[in-house]
């Protein structure tokens, strides 16, 4: 590198650490990856305890998983697809200097992913009636098996987990969508962009795990 | 800045930059005031803070354990009754292990002394790195809440189903681990993201210091376990919260299930706590020793190695939980092959010093009673690691003071060595070097009397974690008692230079030791933003047979034409293109 292009320009998202922008996007892409290795190893213990368990109790997760609903866990799977659609879009939009684009399809994925929550909300809303509740509180007595309470409280830490980190993408997603109105990020600079979406991806990739192992065993 | 048609090197002007002697500006006055500590992002105060830290839940720790052994004088009672006992112990274990070794060298020394050693002006996050800090206070403070309300008695372990039934305060310990855990997984993204992309011109992977390479594999390490504990830890509140029934087996869940998540995380996490100290020793040992470390990548790579097999042995500490036999003899082969790289790195630590003009320095003495407390450590885990003896000496005195070698013996003192090592650097002081030896003398004969007599007892019987024993184990508890107060007057004596030398100290000189290594030519203390040129390497680390001025080159600015600096063009590997 020569020695004036450190100093000549230094643009306001540039920090002062780093040697350029380049540099400052790749640190944060890599950081943001292997973060998502982090994520992957977290709910790796679930999906663990998932196969112990299945592996104890098969018909107990054959019998159980009849009481989730594939229909609404199908309509939620292709919610989040097409919110990876819309994410992966918006970050096109940022680099094609596009910010209204930007920002709409960031809405597009808020409100797919607030439908994902909805949808999920009605489905634990109807199971908590019935009595299925996670641990001692379970009270449902429409299945036979003796530790049914243990598939639906993998099944709440799971998809309950899987939520908190959707509910945190919507928050990331909201924090976007005022930055950009402010017109921080154009083509030069959509890092947060970005790393936003590599995190969704990931979150859309766990529920694409999740909605077969408990919806789709039968 | 990679110029299309650069392919691996690339063509720079360099000057010498010599450091500048006792700065009047450097990082500790570059800002002032309590809030500017509190929102700092410069690494090097990071680093202070967390030192800081560690040294208040060390000095917890150490007196938890002195109130142990005193009560261990005697067979029977004498002033805490066996409940106060088992939450002593549990606190001792927990805080030493999660809020002073995990955190030790990585969050204080390695947030010093890392973007110093790559050149760099920070770590590539340093916003993370503080919130990582906050992160581990928040977490501190939800377990002293534990404390005050309930304490816990679980051993620093929480095994169910005792950890989901004890009326103590699990809840809230847990969940501020469970926080703790997750500074440590900033920490170790943003050093490995640091290393990867930060470092100077020139410094290419061959050239990194090995400090930097122990570092790097154990933040591999702590990203790749450390998530693991979070969801045990979190699957441990909802048991104990909502009743879910994975892990108790009172409602259809297993126990042994918890052990083998719990020990997924907490045996490499022991490496977690070993790693960076053999990064230390080998800094030092090269640099008192005045000569080119011995087998660079053997070091280097058994890091990673040690890394890695580290994930594949934790069920050695279910040998007696009922696992499988095959298991067990799968467990424990490859513990034995954890002995290979540690075994490596001794041997080539050993050779560097061979005919090496060694001097004696503080720093270098730890390095001495680590490679002696260490090398008895690792053996005595080998042998902890083979199945038949691990049968009679299992839940014995035995594997306490196997643990103590390898984590006091080994970790304290190389950060001990570390941090007598760095203290120049760090606050432009020189200590006493006449006390520091004296003190190190006290801690290494202090140790082997607190911990050799429990080999004797363990192998004779004494179970761990009793508050009472039968009387003829008495000679061996009541050795280790004085070796623990002995330890406590080195430590003591510790502090007393360590803080003349905070308020009285002689000012350092920007290279006390003569070093080769880059954090070394810049000034003591270093600048705000470490270095005030983008330093360009050229030589390893320990290059010790060229002359300096090779190692204190930096990029020559054109707008000081005026100025009579021999100007030179090197070939650099550009950190950025490291292909």
């Known amino acids: ?184 990020y154009h083509s030069e600079y959509y890092t947060p962009v970005e790393i936003t979406g590599l995190y969704w991806h990931l979150v859309d990739v766990i529920w694409i795990f999740l909605f077969p192992l408990l919806y789709l065993i039968d | 800045m990679s110029t299309p048609e650069a392919s691996t090197t690339k063509k720079v002007q360099v000057r010498r930059y010599k450091p500048e002697e006792n700065p009047k500006e450097h990082y500790l006055n570059a800002e002032k005031g309590v809030w500017a500590w509190m929102t700092t992002i410069d690494h090097k105060k990071i680093g202070l803070l967390y030192l800081g830290s560690i040294t208040f839940f060390f000095f917890v720790g150490g007196m938890l354990a002195l109130l142990l052994r005193t009560e261990l004088l005697t067979p029977a009672q ?149 998530p693991v504990l979070a969801i045990t830890l979190l699957l441990l509140v909802m048991e104990r919260a909502l009743g879910i029934g994975v892990f108790d087996p009172s409602i259809g869940g297993d126990p042994v299930l918890f052990q083998h998540f719990f020990w997924f995380y907490s045996h490499p996490a022991v490496y977690i706590m070993i790693v960076p100290g053999f990064g230390v020793i080998s800094e030092v040992i090269s640099t008192f020793s005045r000569k080119v470390i011995f087998g660079y990548w053997a070091i280097a790579l058994s890091s990673l190695a040690i890394a890695f097999i580290g994930f594949l042995v934790w069920g050695h500490h279910m040998f007696v939980a009922g696992q499988s036999s095959l298991a067990s003899m799968v467990f424990s082969f490859l513990t034995f092959l954890v002995g290979i790289p540690t075994g490596i790195k001794i041997f080539n630590w050993l050779a560097t010093m061979y005919k090496g003009s060694i001097d004696m320095k503080a720093p270098m003495l730890y390095a001495m009673v680590f490679l002696f407390l260490f090398t008895i450590g690792g053996f005595t885990g080998i042998m902890l690691g083979s199945l038949a003896v691990d049968i009679h000496l299992h839940d014995t005195y035995y594997v306490v003071a196997h643990f103590h070698y390898v984590m006091m013996g080994g970790m304290v003192m190389a950060l001990l060595a570390g941090l007598h090592y760095w203290w120049p650097k760090m606050f432009g002081k020189m200590y006493s070097e006449f006390f520091a030896r004296i003190s190190c003398v006290i801690i290494f004969i202090g140790f082997n009397l607190a911990f050799l007599p429990q080999f004797v007892m363990g192998s004779q019987g004494m179970p761990r974690r009793y508050f009472n024993y039968i009387d003829q184990y008495q000679a061996f508890h009541q050795l280790s008692t004085i070796g623990a107060y002995i330890m406590a007057v080195g430590f003591v004596i510790m502090a007393g230079y360590m803080i003349h030398s905070l308020l009285r100290g002689k000012p350092a000189s920007a290279n006390p030791w003569g070093s080769r290594a880059m954090e070394w030519q810049t000034s003591s203390p270093a600048p705000h933003h470490n270095f005030e040129h983008i330093p360009v390497i050229i030589n390893g680390p320990y290059d010790y047979h060229k002359p300096m001025s090779e190692f204190q080159l930096g990029i020559a600015h054109s707008t000081n034409g005026h100025q009579s600096f021999e100007k030179v063009d090197v070939n650099v590997k550009s950190a950025e293109e490291k292909a």
């Not at chain 2, 973007?115 to 770590?123: H, T």
């Open chain 1, 1 to 184: 590198m020569s020695e004036t292009s450190a100093e000549t320009k230094h643009p306001a998202h540039l920090h002062h650490h780093f040697v350029d922008s380049d540099q400052q996007f790749e640190s944060s892409k890599m950081g943001m990856w292997i973060f998502l290795v982090t994520e992957i190893l977290f709910f790796g213990g679930l999906f663990a305890a998932y196969i112990v368990y299945r592996a104890w109790y098969p018909e107990l997760y054959l019998e159980a998983s009849q009481e989730l609903d594939a229909f609404w866990g199908a309509i939620n799977t292709f919610v989040l697809i097409g919110s990876s659609l819309t994410v992966a879009m918006a970050i096109r939009s940022a680099q094609l200097n596009q910010i209204r684009g930007l920002i709409i399809n960031l809405w597009i994925t808020i409100g797919l992913a607030c439908t994902f929550m909805v949808i999920k909300y009605f489905e634990y809303a109807e199971k908590l009636e019935k009595g299925i509740a996670p641990g001692i509180y379970y009270t449902y007595d429409g299945l036979e098996h003796e530790k049914a309470n243990i598939f639906f409280s993998i099944y709440y830490m799971m998809t309950g987990l899987h939520g908190l980190h959707v509910i945190i993408g919507i928050g990331l997603m909201l924090w976007l969508v005022w930055k950009a109105k402010r017109g921080a």
């Open chain 2, 78 to 226: 004498s002033f805490i009754d066996a409940d106060v006992y088992n939450q002593v112990f549990t606190l001792h274990g927990a805080i030493m292990i999660f809020f002073f070794l995990v955190p030790s060298v990585p969050a204080a020394l390695g947030n010093f002394i890392l973007p110093l050693q790559l050149g760099a002006k920070d770590v590539a996050f340093p916003r993370l790195n503080l919130a990582s800090f906050y992160i581990y206070t928040i977490g501190t403070i939800f377990t002293l809440i534990a404390i005050f309300t309930g304490g816990i008695d679980t051993g620093w372990t929480f095994y169910t189903p005792y950890s989901t039934q004890t009326g103590t305060n699990v809840l809230l310990m847990t969940f501020g681990i469970f926080i703790l855990g997750f500074s440590s997984i900033l920490t170790g993204v943003n050093f490995i993201v640091t290393i990867h992309k930060l470092r100077a011109p020139g410094l290419t992977w061959n050239k990194l210091p090995l400090n930097v390479w122990a570092l790097y594999a154990t933040s591999i390490i702590q990203v790749l376990a450390t």
